[in-house]
């Protein structure tokens, strides 16, 4: 069920995206295959995470929130060097950079912003779970689509709004489970083992 509303959040979201009015061409099949690829690639990290956070776990090592947050921003930055020497795009970054010398503060706020994002995206991580950051982070997608509309007075076709109603959809069924005590499966078997040490040595 967790999976599932986790599912429609994200489909939701991707529905709410490709349907906004704009005045330029039509979504192309490429444009609509990197979409799938992304959200593909955000579930596969999820996977990967959880992995991570239970083999850690089975290693009785506790990775803080920043642990996970350099490591992934190391290996991200090593992708994305070695794929702009591939395309030869590092020289003519540098060249712009060394022509646009305005843009390194801008760079430099959108590298602060950044890292204080993913302070809470990767605290959301380590103390809790992929599937929750991943339900947080695009449940505030929704809301800010909504608040676009009533705030900047934006139009949404019917495309739009029926992914904000599947996206709403999983957000309550998140909400229903969580109120309901579904969230504490995973909390109670995490403490079970600690709970019977303690029993074995009260015996």
Not at 91 to 114: D, E, M, Q
Request: proline share 2%.
């Amino acid at each position: 069920r967790e999976y599932a509303a986790v599912a429609a959040i994200i489909a939701g979201t991707c529905i709410v995206s490709m349907g906004k009015k704009s005045s330029g061409a039509a979504s192309s099949t490429l444009g609509i295959a990197f979409v799938v690829l992304s959200l593909a690639c955000d579930g596969i990290t999820g996977g990967l995470q959880k992995r991570l956070k239970a083999k850690s776990v089975e290693m009785k090592v506790n990775p803080k929130p920043y642990d996970f947050m350099f490591w992934t921003n190391l290996y991200m930055g090593l992708t994305a060097l070695v794929l702009a020497l591939f395309l030869g795009e590092v020289t003519s970054g540098l060249a712009f950079c060394v022509a646009n010398p305005v843009i390194y503060n801008k760079i430099l706020k959108f590298a602060v912003c950044s890292a204080v994002g993913q302070s809470f995206i990767f605290y959301t991580i380590s103390n809790f779970d992929p599937l929750v950051c991943s339900t947080v982070t695009t449940t505030r997608k929704v809301f800010s689509v909504l608040l676009s509309i009533f705030l900047n007075g934006h139009s949404m076709n019917a495309q739009g709004w029926a992914g904000i109603s599947l996206a709403s959809l999983g957000i309550l069924s998140e909400l229903q489970d969580k109120s309901s005590g579904g969230g504490d499966h995973g909390a109670k078997k995490a403490v079970s083992p600690k709970a019977d040490a303690e029993t074995g040595k009260k015996k």
